[in-house]
């Protein structure tokens, strides 16, 4: 049993910051991946952070968003500062780990909104 909670997400005026917050917990034997997606309504899933064995950005938020782990806590954090009415989506976590009987799962959390609007 695995789960991923998103939190963090919320209406945010162009220009302001935002920092979302994934946790995982359950059966983890270790995460070599967490990430951020997110989804726009009537388009595709896209990547927008990832870190991992290195950390890559969408090039859409790079100089803008910083993704960030702790480690002993299975966390991920994305900090979003200047934030664009092109950034409003479904922000989804993502855990790629290994359990404790050795099997690797890739694990989603529910989503969290994010809104940038005046």
């Known amino acids: 049993q695995v789960q991923v909670v998103e939190s963090g997400g919320g209406l945010v005026q162009p220009g302001g910051s935002l920092r979302l917050s994934c946790v995982a917990s359950g059966s983890i034997a270790s995460i070599k991946v967490m990430g951020w997606y997110r989804q726009a309504p009537g388009k595709q899933r896209e990547l927008v952070a990832a870190s991992g064995a290195f950390i890559n950005y969408a090039d859409s938020v790079k100089g803008r968003f910083t993704i960030s782990r702790d480690n002993a806590k299975n966390t991920v954090y994305l900090q979003m500062n200047n934030l664009k009415p092109e950034d409003t989506a479904v922000y989804y976590c993502?855990?790629?780990?290994?359990?404790?009987?050795?099997?690797?799962?890739?694990?989603w959390g529910q989503g969290t909104q994010v809104t940038v609007s005046a």
């Open positions: 993502n855990a790629n780990l290994i359990t404790p009987n050795g099997a690797f799962g890739s694990y």
